[in-house]
Nanobody
């Protein structure tokens, strides 16, 4: 495996919830010792960072998702999660995970989130 694998996206009504997962081999990154992030990219827009979790477990969120999204991780499974509640149409995007670092891993395929109004 040379890139992370994101999953869990789908079509949901506004106000609904989804939980995204990002699994990676430790040859790509070790989630427990890196600052990890969830990014998203909507059509015609630049990729943006929406949530991070430090190696110490401290989360941070973009203002647009604060209070609605929760980032977490399973160090043993080397898996990163993003719980998304109260989804809005503007949350629709392809979601990716990666290190928050100048030296990022290859990007995965991402997982599509579609929110209907």
């Amino acid at each position: 495996q040379v890139q992370p694998v994101e999953s869990g996206g789908g079509l949901v009504q506004a106000g609904g919830s989804l939980t995204l997962s990002c699994a990676a081999s430790r040859s790509i990154f070790s989630i427990g010792i890196e600052t990890m992030g969830w990014y998203r990219q909507a059509p015609g827009k630049q990729r943006e960072l929406v949530a991070t979790i430090s190696s110490g477990g401290n989360p941070n969120y973009a203002d647009s998702v604060k209070g609605r999204f929760t980032i977490s991780r399973d160090n043993i499974a080397n898996t990163l999660y993003l719980r998304m509640n109260s989804l809005k149409p503007e949350d629709a995007a392809v979601y990716y995970c990666n290190k928050v670092s100048p030296f990022q891993a290859p990007w995965g395929q991402g997982t599509q989130v579609t929110v209907s109004s």
